[in-house]
């Protein structure tokens, strides 16, 4: 997996996967148009984490239009791989120290930072199951680089893991949706 090569360790994972009755090019190009409004959940939990805010357009506020990983990637993410139609990586600096300007680049995810980050990334992996079928997972990855930033990730993990998990599943669901129409 590409994921590997840009986070090889981490402290927090998750994964999930389905199958699903189509062929991996057009599975990979339902991934990329997957919309935050076929996501079941998804609106109402991002509400809840933004604390019924309103904000720009982000992962957390991500509107009706454009693709979710469109959104993201126009917003804090950035994309780590595009091997189309076999993995799509994306990462992103969830905790930077202090004072630090904390645009994620692909270089952070390749090198030793200075203590007190957390990075995450985030992967589908699309693999032939069958002459016409594929199977899809998606696994999120959380490295931090030190005990504080590992502390403190944790709290915001543990409150925001089920609701992270739902939505990973149901994405899954949207992708099979969007991959097997007619």
Not at 77 to 84: G, P
Not at 138 to 162: C, G, H, K, Q
Request: with cysteine.
């Amino acid at each position: 997996m590409i994921l590997d090569e840009f986070m090889p360790a981490w402290h927090f994972r998750e994964r999930h996967a389905i199958r699903i009755a189509a062929p991996p090019a057009r599975v990979f190009a339902a991934i990329k148009e997957v919309r935050a409004t076929e996501i079941a959940f998804f609106n109402i939990l991002v509400w809840i984490r933004r604390g019924g805010r309103s904000g720009p357009e982000s992962i957390l506020n991500p509107g009706a239009s454009a693709p979710l990983l469109e959104v993201a990637t126009r917003s804090g993410f950035i994309y780590l791989a595009d091997d189309a139609p076999r993995e799509l990586v994306v990462g992103t600096v969830v905790i930077a120290p202090p004072g630090i300007d904390c645009a994620p680049t692909p270089q952070m995810f390749n090198t030793t930072l200075a203590p007190g980050y957390a990075l995450a990334a985030m992967n589908f992996l699309v693999t032939p199951d069958d002459p016409n079928g594929s199977l899809v997972s998606t696994e999120t990855r959380v490295f931090t680089n030190s005990p504080s930033a590992r502390r403190r990730f944790a709290r915001y993990w543990r409150l925001i893991y089920p609701g992270s998990a739902l939505i990973r599943r149901m994405w899954l669901r949207a992708v099979k949706r969007r991959a097997t129409r007619g």
